[in-house]
């Protein structure tokens, strides 16, 4: 049972992700349709048109694994080495400063969503 509800909330994420990627051909957008697909369902999430147990454990079991989902990136880019020839520096601050804006954003939403669920406990 355990296994169909799991299976069954990653394919919420599918849909939603292919609904996204229909909305991106269909307008002819230049954002992918991941992105548009996680706006999807961040809306959703946000607006409790989804609620957040429906997706909970098909949630944790992918983050559990999120380096693997990196695994295809990666091996992706290999080709295109030589275009970043020379710029290994600016690259490393590039990476750097967008980790560290990623990590705050995160940490500041992180300790407001931790304020508001308190708030709700009381």
Same mark, same amino acid.
């Given at each position: 049972?355990?296994?169909?509800?799991?299976?069954?909330?990653?394919?919420?994420?599918?849909?939603?992700?292919?609904?996204?990627?229909? !909305?991106?051909?269909?307008?002819?957008?230049? !954002?992918?349709?991941?992105i548009?697909?996680?706006?999807?369902?961040?809306? #959703?999430?946000?607006?409790r048109?989804?609620?957040?147990?429906?997706?909970?454990?098909? #949630?944790?079991?992918?983050?559990?694994?999120?380096?693997?989902?990196?695994?295809?990136?990666?091996?992706?880019?290999?080709?295109?080495?030589?275009?970043?020839?020379?710029? #290994?520096?600016?690259?490393?601050?590039?990476?750097?400063?967008?980790?560290?804006i990623?990590?705050? !954003?995160s940490?500041? !939403?992180?300790?407001?969503?931790?304020?508001?669920?308190?708030d709700e406990?009381?």
């Amino acid at each position: 049972m355990k296994y169909l509800q799991i299976t069954l909330q990653l394919l919420i994420f599918i849909v939603i992700y292919y609904l996204g990627v229909w !909305i991106q051909q269909l307008l002819s957008l230049f !954002i992918p349709g991941s992105i548009i697909g996680m706006t999807l369902l961040f809306l #959703a999430l946000s607006l409790r048109l989804i609620p957040a147990k429906w997706i909970e454990q098909g #949630a944790s079991l992918m983050l559990k694994h999120l380096p693997l989902l990196f695994i295809p990136v990666t091996v992706g880019a290999l080709p295109y080495l030589p275009l970043f020839k020379g710029r #290994a520096a600016l690259l490393l601050l590039i990476a750097l400063i967008s980790t560290a804006i990623v990590m705050t !954003i995160s940490g500041l !939403i992180s300790q407001r969503m931790v304020r508001e669920k308190g708030d709700e406990l009381v």
